[in-house]
């Protein structure tokens, strides 16, 4: 079996169900920031040691902090995966940057499939007459 990659999350007090889907993904959560510090804002931050893959959670950061673990990522070469704090979202994200996949075994496509035929059958009733 693969090594699973190694990911820090920051933003969020609570991930929901965030850590059941990049499980499906093969990754995994070494590290979950809430990005509430004020340390988290210097140029100078470090991320944690062994970090493949950072998840920056958008709807729950503010712009110095997020700009902060991006210098961090760049410096240490590690991806970033910028989404809001949603299931949908993140598996969005995730078949963008081209992590989608990876382990799963091809279940991104048919769930990705699955969203867009939910979302052509609820158009008709979304015009107005």
Request: charged fraction near 20%; proline fraction near 2%; hydrophobic fraction near 40%.
């Given at each position: ?18 850590p ?5 993904h ?20 470090q ?30 070469g ?52």
């Open positions: 079996m693969d090594m699973a990659v190694s990911a820090v999350v920051v933003g969020a007090d609570r991930l929901g169900n965030i059941d889907l990049l499980k499906g093969n990754i995994a959560i070494t590290h979950h920031i809430s990005g509430r510090d004020p340390a988290h804002q210097k140029k100078t931050l991320l944690p040691s062994g970090t493949e893959l950072l998840i920056l959670l958008t709807d729950f950061l503010g712009h110095n902090v997020m700009k902060a673990f991006r210098q961090a990522a760049q410096r240490s590690v991806r970033v995966v910028a989404c809001r704090r949603s299931v949908c979202s993140m598996q969005q994200a995730l078949q963008n940057c081209g992590l989608c996949g990876a382990g799963a075994g091809g279940a991104c496509a048919r769930e990705a499939e699955e969203v867009s035929v939910k979302l052509v059958r609820g158009r008709p009733g979304a015009v107005r007459h």
